[in-house]
């Protein structure tokens, strides 16, 4: 079966979950299929082709450039037996494909544009763009795959016109053989970490979908003997990055051992901090399934995280960690575009200390968070349902 894969993201260039999904379900699939991974980026090399934006579209709409790169994929698409796109800045051309060569589409959907109205912000016009994009691809996709229950529903909700029948569900997965505990502490001395004092982590982007604003709040009221440790970089808006740099500043007045480090990590660091923090914190708004929490249970870390999206189909309340209701409503209500929402600050405040402030039961947690990833989310099973889903596809072609 050959296989054409499509992603924005692919490594070195991973940047978010999408991308980490990518990564891994490349690497697993390419030991059950002929794949091609189509990427952002220059050269070829393994597999992997990558195309750049047209350098007439330079200084242009990031979805006008994103389009011409979605272009540039379905013109090397052919001789692809079936196409599977990843993402808004994919999907376009994996539709294309479908048309050019009579050949399956398989969209995977990590996230949905109307669920996304902050990003007007980013893209301005261009959002309508990416929304035609992401309607039009999922719309006449062969089968769509939603990362989690809750992602198929927000799916059907957002485009009633899509037949329930080709949404199907495949979990993200976690490789537990690379994320796992790892006693070493170089990275944390690296950092300047008290390692005599626990720590918050946070790991993720600066945009209003992660919720940074409202951990940055949160923790002014958590346990001051606990130290504060935000990996996060990549702001979506010059607008994002100075609300989050102006709250990082007042946090950093109001409390001792804040920690903020703007750039990516290599993964083995990331995968350091992850096992010695006291408490992972996921305070998104909204969420399809977060990888990030499967990354943090691996490590045996527990974890609180919001009750918005797939969250709650990883993290298991009181037995993985704590989930926290935000009281803003819907995914696109109060909280998405940075305004307060003091009820749910307040409890990811009062969960934060819970898990600090009870060592055993945070053990119990980690452990059983580490349990759970090794047994229900291996990438091996998710490459393996997937290939399942494409060879259903081909014989209905």
């Known amino acids: ?27 697993e699939l390419a030991r059950l299929v ?7 980026g220059e050269g070829r090399s393994g597999g992997v ?41 994919a999907n376009l051309g994996g539709h294309l494909a479908k048309l050019l060569y009579g050949v399956p589409h398989v969209m995977t959907a990590h996230s949905l544009e109307p669920l996304r109205p902050w990003k007007a912000e980013q893209l301005g ?48 997965g976690i490789d537990t053989a690379l994320y796992r505990p790892d006693p070493g502490t170089d990275a944390l001395d690296r950092i300047g970490l008290d ?33 504060v440790v935000l990996c996060a970089g990549a ?21 001792e051992g804040v920690h903020w480090i703007p750039r990516m990590l290599p993964r083995s660091e990331v995968i350091q901090l992850l096992t010695h923090a006291a408490v992972f914190v996921c305070p998104s708004v909204y969420e399809p399934l977060g990888i990030v929490n499967l990354e943090a249970m691996a490590c045996g870390t527990p974890v ?30 109060a909280g998405t575009d940075g305004t307060r929402d003091e009820d ?19 053990r119990r947690m980690g452990e059983a968070g580490r349990v759970r990833a090794v047994e229900e989310f291996g990438w091996n099973a998710v490459a393996r349902r997937t290939v399942r889903l494409y060879e259903e596809i081909l014989k209905q072609a």
Request: net charge negative; proline share 6%; glycine share 10%.
């Open 235 to 255: 702001p979506d808006t010059p607008a994002v990055d100075r609300e989050f740099r102006e709250l990082y500043a007042e946090l950093s007045r109001a409390r």
């Open 125 to 172: 016009g261009g959002y309508a763009l990416s929304s035609w994009a992401e309607r039009t691809a999922a719309e006449s996709a062969d089968a769509v795959i939603a990362v989690s229950g809750a992602m198929r529903e927000d799916i059907l909700g957002c485009y009633p016109a899509l037949d329930p029948a080709r949404v199907h569900v495949v979990h993200n």
């Open 195 to 227: 390692r005599s004092h626990p720590y918050v982590l946070f790991v993720g982007r600066i945009t209003r979908q992660k919720g940074v604003p409202h951990l940055l709040r949160a923790a002014r009221g958590i346990d001051p003997a606990a130290q």
């Open 1 to 27: 079966m050959r296989v054409g894969l499509l992603t924005r993201e692919y490594p070195p260039d991973v940047y978010g979950g999408a991308g980490v999904h990518v990564e891994f379900l490349a690497r």
């Open 304 to 333: 609180v995280a919001s009750r918005v999206g797939g969250i709650p189909e990883v993290v298991t309340d009181g037995e993985t960690g704590l989930l926290v209701t935000r009281t803003g409503g819907a995914d696109g209500e």
């Open 49 to 89: 082709l990558r195309h750049r934006p047209w350098s007439a579209l330079d200084g242009a709409n990031d979805a006008l450039r994103t389009l011409s790169v979605d272009l540039a994929m379905t013109a090397a698409l052919e001789g692809r037996e079936l196409v599977h796109s990843h993402t808004w800045y």
């Open 344 to 362: 749910f600050e307040a409890g990811l405040a009062r969960a934060l200390d819970a898990v600090l402030g009870d060592p055993p039961a945070a």
């Open 34 to 40: 002929d794949l091609d991974v189509h990427s952002w």
